[in-house]
Nanobody
């Protein structure tokens, strides 16, 4: 059974950091690019970061570039999103997802993801 389970969300002050993790199972992780998405209240779900199957290529939406990093450990079936210099506008439910296309050609669309986790809430507030 294919599963993606996110963890690590919480409440953090502006300027703070959080590390989200996505534990995967039921498929061969190193065969797929992976992405992180987020959905703020009342907004569409948007892609924020991706990492290639072997971890050699990453890409970020401009809104998080320079503040977020993405990494993966295929042996442990984990994909992480390290978030720093957090802003109130980063408040959202964060999801990891398996991508159906390469990270290098992904346009941050939700249409290129086929399996999703349940999400983890991040609140950035003082």
């Amino acid at each position: 059974q294919l599963q993606l389970v996110e963890s690590g969300g919480g409440l953090v002050q502006p300027g703070g950091s959080l590390r989200l993790s996505c534990l995967t199972s039921g498929f061969t992780l190193d065969s797929f690019a992976m992405g992180w998405f987020r959905q703020a209240p009342g907004a569409e779900r948007e892609g924020v970061a991706c990492i290639s199957a072997r971890g050699r290529f990453t890409n970020f939406d401009n809104s998080v570039k320079g503040r977020f990093t993405i990494s993966r450990d295929n042996d442990r079936n984990i994909v992480d999103l390290q978030m720093s210099s957090l802003k109130p506008e980063d408040t959202a439910v964060y999801y990891c997802a398996r991508l159906t296309r390469a990270c290098k050609t992904w346009d941050f669309s939700t249409l290129s993801a086929d399996y999703w986790g349940q999400g983890t809430q991040v609140i950035v507030s003082s």
